[in-house]
T-cell receptor, first 110, second 114 residues
């Protein structure tokens, strides 16, 4: 079945360092979404990418969708303690049902 | 803001009990979903619905059923709760396909089956 793999599972960084999480799909995706879940909270939608090679930025966050539409990444520049949480990608082959990755848990050490 | 409300934040049930988890959304979304979240496994889709009285199995429907009698309400039913159903359950809703607003999740129900 459809699988969306995400690495790493855990990442500890010093405050001010950069952070990247990667998402890979076994099949071509129609679109991909990214979510952030704070500790004790629920996933909150960040962004959706739909075009091959698309790059979107939200302040210190940069999202990329691969040329083949089978992989994506989220990069955070100069992490802050407010970035702590688990980041999930969710890919859809059709644009309807989304398959979530296993998430990357980010810890930022002050 | 779209709101997805789950009836209970924490729930403790006994093995064999029938359990109802309720979810209500207030923005007229067509699509509603039930996920369970377990450490290291991410979010796994149990059931989803694209319309009233419509339901589709997700990746792990065994041991669960759902009901969608009204557009705003999507209920998850554990027919006979078992300890391996101890988990965090998340309800979500969304507009039609390819929405740019993604899924809106409820706060979750942490279910413990003893």
């Amino acid at each position: 079945g459809q699988q969306v793999m995400q690495i790493p599972q855990y990442q500890h960084v010093q405050e001010g360092e950069d952070f990247t999480t990667y998402c890979n799909s076994s099949t071509t995706l129609s679109n991909i979404q990214w979510y952030k879940q704070r500790p004790g909270g629920h996933p909150v939608f960040l962004i959706q990418l739909v075009k091959s090679g698309e790059v979107k930025k939200q302040k210190r966050l940069t999202f990329q969708f691969g040329e083949a539409k089978k992989n994506s990444s989220l990069h955070i520049t100069a992490t802050q303690t407010t970035d702590v949480g688990t980041y999930f990608c969710a890919g859809s082959p059709t644009g309807n049902q989304f398959y979530f990755g296993t998430g990357t848990s980010l810890t930022v050490i002050p | 803001d779209v709101k997805v409300t789950q009836s209970s934040r924490y729930l403790v049930k006994r093995t064999g009990e029938k359990v109802f988890l309720e979810c209500v959304q207030d923005m007229d979304h067509e699509n509603m979903f039930w996920y369970r979240q377990d450490p290291g496994l991410g979010l796994r889709l149990i059931y989803f619905s694209y319309d009233v009285k419509m339901k589709e199995k997700g990746d792990i429907p065994e041991g669960y059923s759902v009901s969608r009698e009204k557009k705003e309400r999507f209920s998850l039913i554990l027919e006979s709760a078992s300890t391996n159903q101890t988990s965090m359950y998340l309800c979500a809703s969304s507009l039609g396909s390819s929405s740019n607003y993604g899924y809106t999740f409820g706060s979750g129900t942490r279910l413990t089956v003893v």
